[in-house]
């Protein structure tokens, strides 16, 4: 069981990056699937996190609402984050996390199962 992040590089702000969270050994599709974010020096937050299939909604941070999207392809066993007019204050490593659950997202961070590693975003002029 793996969780796999990507997508992540140097882009200048106003830019866009599109995250990947793919999964081997497990498909994605009954899992609720979180991006989270830690910057140097601080805690990490919660992004994003897009609820099970079967219920289909998305959640987003006050910080990034209107700006990220998340969506999900079973075919491809991946969830996507796009982020569009990315800020400096975005600049972060980025990790994926997935719970089993059919309804809704993790209220904490400690209720995911599985975690990917981090891919690092940095927007920077």
Known sequence: VQLQASGGGLVQPGGSLRLSCAASGFTLDGYAIGWFRQAPGKEREAVSCISASADGSTYYADSVKGRFTGSRDNAQNT????????????????????????????????????????TQVTVSS
């Not at 490593?93 to 089993?100: D, G, K, S």
């Open 79 to 118: 969830v996507y984050l796009q982020m569009n007019s990315l800020k400096p204050e975005d600049t972060a490593v980025y990790y994926c996390a997935a719970n089993l659950m059919r309804v809704g997202c993790p209220g904490i961070r400690h209720e995911y199962s599985y975690w990917g590693q981090g």
